[in-house]
């Protein structure tokens, strides 16, 4: 694939885990790669789509960054300059708690061409992979996708409006806020509402807890879940048990 020297930027969602989640633009994009920008929740599968660009791991582990946020600006800026086409690729959707935004505005006030390829947020396809709708007739007119864990590190405020609402709530990023979390949910009455945690979703590793609030943590103790997870708060959590024991019924039929 040809690829261009003409300096310019491409962010890229890459999904949430799973390589076939990529788009095809996104394939298409890192095709034409010079240099590619990675996170550490990109899978390292998507790299093989752009074998001649210079591939530069800029995410961070454990809370230790390779690079700040400044500093990943400032490459962006740079590598397209110096060797043009700059693939900035970050996990799930950047335009959802991904900073790309930021990383865009930033690279346009530099003179550098920036288009935006979006991603599927993990928000959306890590409960759909465990057959947990977010909306459902009867069950969820609606939802909330908010942060755990803000800048200043604590918990978002929307968490108490949502826990007031009849909606279901994704929480991204909110393993650390568990206990504050389930405790607002218990002071709306709530100690029965299900509870999934899905940690690594939709990759190898993916791993799930079912609960209610006023269970979960003992579950996430249980099953030793940690980050990367998503919690998912509703009645919608319901389906996925619903549509196994449909499953076991014409199993059950079929056998007889």
């Avoid at 740079?78 to 505005?105: C, I, N, Q, T, Y």
């Avoid at 007739?137 to 604590?154: A, D, L, M, P, Y």
């Avoid at 806020?177 to 509402?193: D, G, M, Y």
Wanted: proline share 5%; hydrophobic share 40%; net charge neutral.
């Amino acid at each position: 694939m040809q690829t261009s020297n003409q300096p310019r930027l491409t962010l890229i969602g890459a999904g949430p885990g799973d390589p076939d989640l990529l788009t095809v633009k996104g394939m298409k994009a890192l095709q034409t790669a010079n240099v590619v920008l990675y996170d550490a929740l990109v899978n390292p599968a998507l790299l093989e789509y752009a074998p001649d660009a210079e591939l530069i791991f800029v995410g961070k582990r454990k809370g230790c960054y390779a690079y700040q946020q400044e500093q990943i600006n400032e490459l962006i800026v740079s590598r397209a300059k110096s060797h043009g086409h700059v693939v900035r690729l970050k996990g799930g959707d950047p335009f959802v708690f991904g900073r790309g935004a930021e990383e865009m505005e930033y690279a346009i006030a530099h003179g550098i061409e920036a288009v935006f390829v979006p991603g599927i947020s993990s928000a959306l396809a890590v409960p759909a992979y465990q057959n947990i709708p977010l909306t459902k007739r009867g069950s969820s007119e609606s939802f909330w996708v908010i942060t755990g864990t803000t800048k200043e590190h604590k918990l978002s405020k929307d968490v108490e409006l949502a826990s007031k609402s009849s909606a279901t709530v994704v929480i991204l990023m909110g393993m650390s806020k568990l206990s504050e979390i389930t405790a607002l949910f218990r002071k709306e009455n709530k100690q029965e509402v299900p509870v999934a945690i899905i940690q690594s979703g939709t990759t190898p590793e993916e791993k799930i807890g079912i609960g209610t609030v006023a269970t979960i943590e003992s579950v996430v103790k249980e099953n030793k879940l940690s980050n990367p997870a998503i919690i998912v708060i509703g009645e919608v959590v319901k389906h996925r048990g619903l549509l196994l024991n449909i499953k076991k019924e014409v199993e059950f039929i079929s056998s007889h």
